[in-house]
């Protein structure tokens, strides 16, 4: 088994045995995650290379899926400066771990009552650098690659599969966002 493959096969172990349970314990996978993608970064870069040089935009690859308990893994390729709109999560819990290149995460929170959203903060990752959040309907979140030149690729896992979502866009008044159904492409599968 070649060197990315081992790598990837690593990181679906960890997501698998530590992605248990309403609530697993996050903070725990991003560290293992993060440990391996600091261990193995330049043959994660060279395994993944064809995925920063396809030039097809943003792709969201399936590395690994599970349904019970229910657990997706992605590898989303990010073209330079590209950024998605404010969406939410379907009320999954999730981890976002920066494999090459630079994210900026913002996060935001929605109100129940008034669906109006609040920009909560903002977090940078670098390669092994994660951010998650808990399954939570308000948590949504904004993300953008911060190199003007390259393309940057992270790995999602999330409690489930994250097939539907909402995208928010802000209309008339600061406070009045337009909730719109979205669908989540699969450019392709991973092998692991």
């Not at 960890?14 to 903070?27: E, T």
């Not at 349904?67 to 939410?88: E, F, I, Q």
């Not at 819990?93 to 903060?121: C, F, I, N, P, Y």
């Amino acid at each position: 088994m070649s060197q990315p493959m081992h790598t990837l096969k690593a990181l679906r172990e960890i997501a698998f045995d530590l992605g248990v349970g309403q609530h697993p314990d996050l903070a725990a996978m991003a560290r293992e995650l993060g440990s391996v993608v600091h261990r193995d970064a330049q043959a994660l870069n060279e395994g993944l290379a064809h995925l920063r040089t396809r030039q097809r935009g943003f792709e969201r690859w399936l590395l690994a899926e599970r349904n019970k308990p229910g657990l997706s893994m992605l590898v989303m390729a990010w073209p330079a400066n590209h950024a998605t709109p404010v969406h939410d999560h379907d009320g999954l819990w999730g981890l976002e771990l920066a494999l090459h290149g630079a994210l900026e995460v913002q996060t935001w929170s929605r109100d129940a009552a008034t669906s109006s959203l609040q920009l909560q903060g903002q977090d940078w990752l670098g390669p092994g650098d994660a951010t998650w959040f808990d399954a939570d309907t308000a948590y949504a979140h904004r993300c953008r690659n911060l190199s003007r030149h390259d393309t940057a690729l992270t790995l999602h896992v999330y409690g489930g599969d994250l097939a539907k979502y909402f995208a928010y866009e802000q209309v008339g008044q600061a406070d009045e966002w337009l909730a719109r159904p979205q669908r989540a492409a699969i450019a392709g599968r991973l092998s692991a």
